[in-house]
T-cell receptor
């Protein structure tokens, strides 16, 4: 069975602060994918990143960075110099692999509030 | 641009009526699509896997007779909430099931259902 834990329910920071959203996962699969999605108040999911289980390289995209560590089963997400527009709910998700596509197991989400 | 569309984006109906939600893949053929449900301030939970030309598979606890799924073509999957009740009020989101080289799993914009 797969499980994703986002222990932080809500985080509040002041603009320009750095913030890290934690994600810990459990799976017995040897091949799997990890995702981060942003969900603004509109509800539409915004894809941020996908990482496969064989690629432990950290990734940086602008103010966003991700730290994938298989040894601790973690896939943490850091926003540098946060902005008000970063306020949203962020979901970490895990999937196995299938030739016909794969469903995602989502964590409970972390609600991030960035205040001016 | 969006590759998965949903219609309607929101719907309000009376208790006891049936509501049909359409999910279309816009630029690819999807033999598999997924339906998720999200209650307010909660995470996304997989409801069912829609398979083109065959029966859908439902997650544990999801009533297949209440949530009818039809995947008659490679670009359209429909979810019908039959005899809707207030507890069915939720945000319903579909996603594609295309694996492979594409880095992103696409989600529809969601349908907000309110049952009075």
């Amino acid at each position: 069975a797969q499980k994703v834990t986002q222990a932080q329910t809500e985080i509040s920071v002041v603009e320009k602060e750095d913030v890290t959203l934690d994600c810990v996962y459990e799976t017995r699969d040897t091949t799997y994918y990890l995702f981060w999605y942003k969900q603004p108040p509109s509800g539409e999911l915004v894809f941020l990143i996908r990482r496969n289980s064989f690629d432990e390289q950290n990734e940086i995209s602008g103010r966003y960075s991700w730290n994938f560590q298989k040894s601790t089963s973690s896939f943490n997400f850091t926003i540098t110099a946060s902005q008000v527009v970063d306020s949203a709910v962020y979901f970490c998700a895990l999937s196995g692999y299938s030739n016909s596509g794969y469903a995602l197991n989502f964590g409970k989400g972390t609600s991030l509030l960035v205040t001016p | 641009g969006a590759v998965v569309s949903q219609h309607p984006s929101w719907v309000i109906c009376k208790s006891g009526t049936s509501v049909k939600i359409e999910c279309r893949s816009l630029d690819f053929q999807a033999t598999t699509m997924f339906w998720y449900r999200q209650f307010p301030k909660q995470s996304l939970m997989l409801m069912a896997t829609s398979n083109e030309g065959s029966k859908a598979t439902y997650e544990q606890g999801v009533e297949k007779d209440k949530f009818l799924i039809n995947h008659a073509s490679l670009t359209l999957s429909t979810l019908t909430v039959t005899s809707a009740h207030p507890e069915d009020s939720s945000f319903y989101i579909c996603s594609d099931g295309v694996a492979g080289s594409r880095n992103e799993q696409f989600f529809g914009p969601g349908t907000r259902l309110t049952v009075l």
